[in-house]
Nanobody
Framework: QVQLVETGGGSVQAGGSLTLSCVAS????????MGWFRQAPGKGREGVAT???????RYGDSVKGRFTISRDDATNTLYLRMNSLKPEDSAMYYC????????????????????????WGKGTLATISS
């Protein structure tokens, strides 16, 4: 059974940093596309960043240059380093996996649609105050 467990959320002031972690188990982790998504209150779930099995990364426009996604295949752990945080980054952050070596996206988009991800963690909350 695939399990994704996120940790690392918390409350910080604008301009601060957080590092989220996601430990994966129950499948061949290195061969999957992995990603971070977020959902703010009253809004839909949106892609933040993805990394495929070859280490190729993609980012949403709103986080490009501030967030860094990485994966440690030796420990089956996915990370999201978030710098220069803004109040609008406040959300529940979810780790997700797609059963594909390369992250599958719709033509013209950068990140997978949330509906295209196969497995999800329960999320970790990040709150950024102004």
């Amino acid at each position: 059974q695939v399990q994704l467990v996120e940790t690392g959320g918390g409350s910080v002031q604008a301009g601060g940093s957080l590092t989220l972690s996601c430990v994966a188990s129950g499948y061949t982790y290195p061969t999957y596309c992995m990603g971070w998504f977020r959902q703010a209150p009253g809004k839909g779930r949106e892609g933040v960043a993805t990394v495929d099995s070859a280490g190729y990364t993609r980012y949403g426009d709103s986080v490009k240059g501030r967030f860094t996604i990485s994966r440690d295949d030796a420990t089956n752990t996915l990370y999201l380093r978030m710098n220069s945080l803004k109040p609008e980054d406040s959300a529940m952050y979810y780790c997700a996996a797609q059963e594909a070596t390369g992250c599958l996206v719709v033509a013209g988009t950068t990140l997978p649609d949330p509906a295209a991800m196969d497995y999800w963690g329960k999320g970790t909350l990040a709150t950024i105050s102004s």
